[in-house]
Every structure is written in structure tokens, then in C-alpha cells.
């Protein structure tokens, strides 16, 4: 099997992963149900993440609206995680943003709402012990 060979180190040698192996070890041994780490299991998770992190950025170019500009923002990646069903499981690690006044506007309906639903349920309540 052929290697492909992606990025370089420091001394300008080929690597096959890009990404820093003692960072994603780092991030690994995060998880309280790991206690050590194979090299090779080290390895494959490095390069399964830069594939899918490839994955993401390609897909979320070719569908997003900085394509023309030939760039990739945040709100396309954004966008691929609310209406791809594959990235779906991103949309809370990736949501879309929003300025603070509608985000303080959004919140002031919502509390309105709760606050008729409270009204409705008091008044329904007062109807009952009327009866």
C-alpha cells in the first residue's frame, strides 16, 4: 500500500499526518476511560481526524457561498452543519451566528410567550376552582 504523504516538519521533511501527534494525545488522554495510548491507534485516530476534517471543509466550499470569493467562512461550515443530514451531530459545536440585539430580541419573545402560557394556565386554573 502506498503512504500518502501530506505536510512537512520542521526540518522540512515529508510527514504522513499533519496534525500534532502530542496534542491529539493530550486530547485523547482526556477521556477518564483511557489509561494508554498505542502509537498506532495514535496514528490512525490523527489521520482519521485530518480525513475528516478534509471532508468538512470540502464539502461545506463546494456548498457554501464564499465558493465565488474561493473561501471558506465559518457560516459555510456552519451551514453544513444544520442542513447536512451527515454533519448534523456539528450543529451545536458549529451554530450559526447571530447579532446580540436579535439574540436579546429572540429572548424577549420567548419570555413573552412564557409569560401567556402562564397567564393562560393561571386563568384556566381560577376557571376551575370557580366551578
Not at 496534525?19 to 495510548?37: A, C, F, G, N
Not at 490512525?44 to 457561498?65: I, N, P, W
Not at 454533519?87 to 419570555?111: G, N, R, T, V, W
Not at 409569560?115 to 376551575?128: I, K, T
Request: negative net charge.
Amino acid at each position: 500500500m502506498a503512504e500518502v504523504v501530506v505536510g512537512k516538519d520542521k526540518c522540512g521533511e515529508q510527514r504522513l499526518i499533519s496534525l500534532p501527534l502530542s496534542r491529539i494525545r493530550v486530547i485523547m488522554k482526556s477521556s477518564p476511560e483511557v489509561s494508554s495510548i498505542n502509537q498506532e491507534a495514535l496514528v490512525l485516530t490523527a489521520k482519521a481526524t485530518e480525513l475528516f476534517v478534509q471532508c468538512l471543509a470540502t464539502y461545506s466550499y463546494r456548498h457554501g457561498s464564499g465558493k465565488e470569493k474561493k473561501v471558506l467562512t465559518y457560516s459555510d461550515l456552519a451551514n453544513t452543519a444544520q442542513e447536512s443530514e451527515t454533519f448534523q451531530f456539528l450543529a451545536d459545536i458549529l451554530p450559526k451566528k447571530i447579532l446580540a440585539s436579535k439574540y436579546l430580541k429572540m429572548l424577549k419573545e420567548e419570555k413573552r410567550e412564557e409569560d401567556e402560557e402562564n397567564d393562560n394556565d393561571n386563568e384556566s386554573d381560577h376557571d376551575e376552582a370557580e366551578s
